[in-house]
């Protein structure tokens, strides 16, 4: 994959999370989330979604917190095993 694949495919992902974690009082939407369960499939790693999700202001709201927790949770469980081996 080359350099300007892998960065988009990171942009990408930096927005789904950014879009999946919004303070809108509704449940992320399942495409955002899908799209960081996919890249952990696609690319064997979770380090960039951990990365990211560390420099977002989930902890300043509620309600993102809650989302965040909701996502992480999903990633967890549907996304490729090294995801946990990652969070740690």
């Keep these: 994959m080359s350099y300007v694949a892998a960065d988009?495919?990171?942009s990408e992902l930096a927005a789904s999370?950014?879009?999946?974690t919004?303070?809108?009082?509704?449940?992320?939407?399942?495409k955002h989330v899908r799209k960081c369960i996919v890249?952990?499939?696609d690319h064997r790693t979770?380090?960039?979604?951990?990365s990211i999700l560390k420099v977002q202001p989930i902890?300043?709201?509620?309600v993102q917190t809650f989302k965040a927790l909701i996502m992480v949770h999903?990633?967890?469980?549907d996304g490729h095993p090294i995801v946990i081996?990652?969070?740690?």
């Design 8 to 10: 988009k495919a990171e």
């Design 17 to 20: 999370i950014k879009k999946a």
């Design 22 to 30: 919004s303070i809108d009082e509704t449940a992320p939407k399942q």
């Design 39 to 41: 890249y952990t499939w």
């Design 46 to 50: 979770s380090g960039v979604i951990w």
């Design 59 to 62: 902890l300043s709201d509620e």
């Design 74 to 77: 999903k990633i967890i469980k």
């Design 85 to 88: 081996k990652d969070a740690c």
